[in-house]
């Protein structure tokens, strides 16, 4: 199986300043289709997650543009660009390339 | 706007069977892949299994395979997840998704609790 991996997986944020999570795959993520299925989901607490960045630089309808996904192959990155207080929750990185599909073990963003 | 609804979680004892549904809304069903996802409480996500479009191919994940089996009732809008022989381990919060690969709507969940 794919491995997921995250770092930090705890990340104190402070207000208004950018903030930002690696998530590393253990096989390459392009598919045969050439497309690169990472994505990005936020859950804050008592929610369902939510997906935030599709296809690793995608961002979801109403997903507020301080949000960025990037990256190639194995390496890729959320950016927040300025925290605010409703983005506390965890992130979590997920590949759908390889079957089974995994999610990394998520971050956690507090204030 | 897009809408699924789990239901059948609860109380089962260990090697039991439960079945949980999950209602879809708000979309062309039948153009979907399906999917569950699980969660142990204050744990990460696991994937369970996934259904193509018509019901002709399914996938789980290894730990699952021979106890779970999905299935979808595109007449319906519902998709199912039938688990057998439960054990402590499988106590966890089952999300349904849509789309495999994308997810992109998930369920509210709901909790099973395998436990004597």
């Known amino acids: 199986d794919v491995v997921m991996t995250q770092s930090p997986l705890s990340l104190p944020v402070t207000l208004g300043q950018p903030a930002s999570i690696s998530c590393r795959s253990s096989?390459?993520?392009?598919?045969?289709?050439?497309?690169?299925?990472l994505n990005w989901f936020q859950q804050r607490p008592g929610q369902s997650p939510r997906r935030l960045i599709y296809?690793?630089?995608n961002r979801d309808s109403g997903v507020p543009d301080r949000f960025s996904g990037s990256g190639s192959g194995t390496d890729f990155t959320l950016k927040i660009s300025r925290v605010e207080a409703e983005d506390v929750g965890f992130y979590y990185c997920?590949?759908?390339?390889?079957?089974?599909?995994?999610f990394g073990p998520g971050t956690k963003v507090d204030i | 706007e897009v809408q699924l609804v789990e239901s059948g979680g609860g109380l089962v004892q260990p090697g039991g069977s439960l079945r949980l549904s999950c209602a879809a809304s708000?979309?062309?069903?039948?153009?979907?892949?399906m999917s569950w996802v699980r969660q142990v409480p204050g744990k990460g996500l696991e994937w369970v299994a996934n259904?193509?479009?018509?019901?002709?191919?399914?996938y789980y994940v290894d730990s699952m395979k021979g106890r779970f089996t999905i299935s979808r009732d595109n007449a319906k809008n519902s998709l199912y997840l039938q688990m057998n022989s439960l054990r402590a381990e499988d106590t966890a919060v089952y999300y349904c998704?849509?789309?495999?690969?994308?997810?992109?709507?998930w369920g509210q969940g709901t909790l099973v609790t395998v436990s004597s």
């Open positions: 259904i193509k479009v018509d019901g002709s191919e399914k």
């Open positions: 296809k690793v630089s």
């Open positions: 998704v849509r789309e495999g690969r994308l997810i992109d709507y």
């Open positions: 096989q390459s993520l392009v598919y045969s289709d050439g497309n690169t299925y």
């Open positions: 997920m590949q759908g390339t390889h079957w089974p599909f995994t």
């Open positions: 708000g979309f062309m069903f039948s153009s979907y892949w």
